[in-house]
């Protein structure tokens, strides 16, 4: 006998009928004899309507509050789901996730996992029930309920399904696996039949949605193996895993996008020691995480220093900006909602150059203008106009040859 995690994403839940396929396939593993512990995400687009319902009532609504409206979309799912099972002869029971203790830190809107007390569910689970637990979310040391940050949910089912031991983790979603790039972008993206940790890592935190990026991180720390795969049929899926010894690891496993970013440019900052820690100093402690920066070479004595931040942290930006901008006496501050970071992954890198040669080449070709540049071992990340994004990841994963079987040569 197994104790399988099962997690089910918002479409896999999206309507009655969906629900009620989601409850026949657990119940055939518990008939199997297995345990089960099912996560799962709020229907199809709750959260979104959810967010949307508050900011009509106020632009900025505390994140405290925010997290209590948006944890009750997989309470909804959660129950029914309970019920469904219920209805077919199988014994269920939903639990939210505070009610589960799974414990975070306070940032609310994006909140870590500390700790789970799997006592509650393990206690379920011997008395031969199902346990459904709303993913998304837990609750800080004060007993605030918080939520995990969009696509939380992935990371709810690792982080169970590392705390209870689970000998198998699933996330069910609404493609048949981790692909070469989101295959509603590219056509000929190709399913992955594995990857590792790294890797998925990279894309998750690059843009590919299909898994959070939180999510791995736990897998990788607790050696936690995903198997990713269709909730409308029962074809295998993807792996993820610690990395294999591959001979022949392609250089270029996957290509992303991700259009949720802004890029903020500060212009005329003095140029001296110091400046730049002034500037992120106020917005570390406002606990906005940036992601690409870039210092330009000024004129005289002065600089232009740009980088990248979530759009969702824009608005509280643009306050902490307007004091920054005094403090450090810059002449401007323009902000650009309208770009696309564009990213290439694999752990072939390591071993072969001339790929970024390659990449900036492809989308030179296309006339696509690079604005920043990042790169690690194991990926290139460009920023580009965010119209172009699309047309750049496609046109790299021709170039890398990723829609076929045979593995990209580095040739130059
Ligand atoms: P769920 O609601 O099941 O959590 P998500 O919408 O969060 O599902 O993630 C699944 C989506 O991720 C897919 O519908 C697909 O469009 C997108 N996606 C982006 N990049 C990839 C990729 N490399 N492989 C698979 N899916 C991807
Ligand atoms: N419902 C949440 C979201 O839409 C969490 C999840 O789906 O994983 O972001
Ligand atoms: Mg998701």
Redesign the pocket.
Known sequence: MALIVKKF??TSVGDVERIKNVAERIVRTKKDGNDVVVVV?AMGKTTDQLIGLAKQINQRPKEREMDMLMSTGEQISAALLAMAIDSLGVEAISFNGPQVGILTDSSHTKAKILDIEGDRILEQVRKGRVVIVTGFQGRDEKDNITTLGR?G??TSAVAIAAALKADQCEIY?DVDGVFTADPRVVKGARKLDKISFDEMLELASLGA?VM?SRSIEFAKKFGVTIHVRSSFHDGVGTIIAEEANEMEAPVVRGVTSNIDEAKVTILGVPDRPGIAAEVFKKISEANINIDMIIQNVGEKDTTDISFTVDKSDLDRLKDIMDSVKESVSAKRVTYDNEIGKVSIVGVGMKSHSGIAYKMFRVLADKKINIQMISTSEIKISVVVEENKADEAVNALHTAFELDKDVIYEAKL
């Open positions: 994403g918002g995400s696509g949910s992935d979603t949605k959070q």
